[in-house]
T-cell receptor
Framework: DAGVTQSPTHLIKTRGQQVTLRCSPI?????VSWYQQVLGQGPQFIFQ???????GRGNFPDRFSARQFPNYSSELNVNALLLGDSALYLC???????????FGAGTRLSVL | AQRVTQPEKLLSVFKGAPVELKCNYS??????LFWYVQYSRQRLQLLLR??SRESIKGFTADLNKGETSFHLKKPFAQEEDSAMYYC??????????FGKGTMLLVSP
């Protein structure tokens, strides 16, 4: 099993643009969570999805949105990018009923 | 609101020395606490969780509800323990609140 996979690995955007990040969970995992990790900080929770429904949302503006597909993969969208959105975006998957989360390697987003 | 505090950004020890990485939390309910570790050029991975009460790679952590702490300990540090360590709290539905992390450097 390849574990949680995220794409792309790196991304460079300019202010005002929109970005879509993708995540494929571990096979059999039905829950996907997204985290933002700014340099020098711990990961900060953005969203959690389970069975295509949003189950939790962190303290992020409405410019951030996400969805989960029938195959349990997920996309994170960020609109109207700001310089402060530059960060490592982590996806984690977990099997329902357990709260051990398995993390992907992340997508490094740079906003210029 | 829940919060996790790791007071040390960097902890530097010599090989064979004892290690204690501090973690304090604030949460009104019954928390589940974790330690995650990130080795150089690897992804974030679970080291241990308090409900398992097990020792992983020689590390242990005990939840002290009175002091709201979940410190990570190892009696004899090894060079391969050098990594970034994050304490995290699950307040439900696998929503993790992380501390800022402590970099552990073990010198030969």
């Amino acid at each position: 099993d390849a574990g949680v996979t995220q794409s792309p690995t790196h991304l460079i955007k300019t202010r005002g643009q929109q970005v879509t990040l993708r995540c494929s969970p571990i096979s059999g995992h039905k829950s996907v969570s997204w985290y933002q990790q700014v340099l020098g900080q711990g990961p900060q929770f953005i969203f959690q999805y389970y069975e295509k429904e949003e189950r939790g949302r962190g303290n992020f503006p409405d410019r951030f949105s996400a969805r989960q597909f029938p195959n349990y993969s997920s996309e994170l969208n960020v609109n109207a990018l700001l310089l402060g959105d530059s960060a490592l975006y982590l996806c984690a998957s977990s099997f329902d009923g357990q709260n051990i989360q398995y993390f992907g390697a992340g997508t490094r987003l740079s906003v210029l | 609101a829940q919060r996790v505090t790791q007071p040390e950004k960097l902890l530097s020890v010599f090989k064979g020395a004892p290690v204690e990485l501090k973690c304090n939390y604030s949460y009104s309910g019954s928390p589940e606490l974790f330690w995650y570790v990130q080795y150089s050029r690897q992804r974030l991975q679970l080291l241990l969780r308090h409900i398992s009460r097990e020792s992983i790679k020689g590390f242990t952590a005990d939840l002290n509800k009175g002091e709201t702490s979940f410190h990570l300990k190892k009696p004899f540090a090894q060079e391969e323990d050098s990594a970034m360590y994050y304490c995290a709290l699950d307040s439900g539905y696998s929503t993790l609140t992380f501390g800022k992390g402590t970099m552990l450097l073990v010198s030969p």
